[in-house]
């Protein structure tokens, strides 16, 4: 079974520019799932996605992010226009049980730096 | 909000005992996990407990949790140079809140 994928590894973009950040959750996975890791600091929480339908995004960091989840498989996370503070890891993950042990399985994440 | 926090390194030799030590704010009852990062990798969930048991052991690991505390650890006996990596705690359902992750190095 393959696992959470995560497209590109690496992106650097100028401060200005808009990026577009993809992941695809396991098969069957209805959760979804986005964080990122900002400067060595903690893993932080972006927004959850239940099939295409937003569950919480809290924890989205301001309206130059912008999730997506047409039909419930992949998502996309767009930055537009990056700042340079947008720099960090951006870790996607999937999940088939909400609520429980809802083990979240994560991809390898998508290193975004702005220069 | 929930903080959740760790010391920031660990080295220990080869064939010791690790302990990796987490500690949080928020006492409502839920799901406490390990996870593993080695480099170039996604996070790895290694572990978890829920918050009404004490312990949890699984082959070379442990993990001990203390409610009046507020405070989670993991030890890996017996620890190998392929356990060095960042190990992180988290706790939480669905929105899960990390700690800042504990870099472990094993010397030969």
């Known amino acids: 079974e393959a696992g959470v994928t995560q497209f590109p590894s690496h992106s650097v973009i100028e401060k200005g520019q808009t990026v577009t950040l993809r992941c695809d959750p396991i098969?069957?996975?209805?959760?979804l799932y986005w964080y990122r890791r900002v400067m060595g600091k903690e893993i932080k929480f972006l927004l959850h996605f239940v099939k295409e339908s937003k569950q919480d995004e809290s924890g989205m960091p301001n309206n130059r992010f912008l999730a997506e989840r047409t039909g419930g498989t992949y998502s996309t996370l767009k930055v537009q226009p990056a700042e340079l503070e947008d720099s960090g890891v951006y870790f996607c993950?999937?999940?088939?049980?909400?609520?429980?042990?809802?083990?979240?399985?994560f991809g390898p994440g998508t290193r975004l730096t702005v220069l | 909000g929930e903080d959740v926090e760790q010391s920031l390194f660990l080295s220990v030799r080869e064939g010791d005992s690790s302990v990796i030590n987490c500690t949080y704010t928020d006492s409502s009852s839920t799901y406490l996990y390990w996870y593993k990062q080695e480099p170039g990798a996604g996070l790895q969930l290694l572990t978890y407990i829920f918050s009404n048991m004490d312990m949890k052991q699984d082959q070379r690991l442990t993990v001990l949790l203390n409610k009046k505390d507020k405070h989670l650890s993991l030890r890996i006996a017996d620890t190998q140079t392929g356990d060095s990596a960042i190990y992180f705690c988290?706790?939480?359902?669905?929105?899960?809140?990390f700690g800042g992750g504990t870099r472990l190095m094993v010397k030969p």
């Open positions: 993950a999937s999940s088939q049980v909400l609520g429980g042990n809802n083990e979240q399985f």
């Open positions: 098969s069957g996975h209805d959760n």
């Open positions: 988290a706790k939480g359902g669905n929105m899960l809140t």
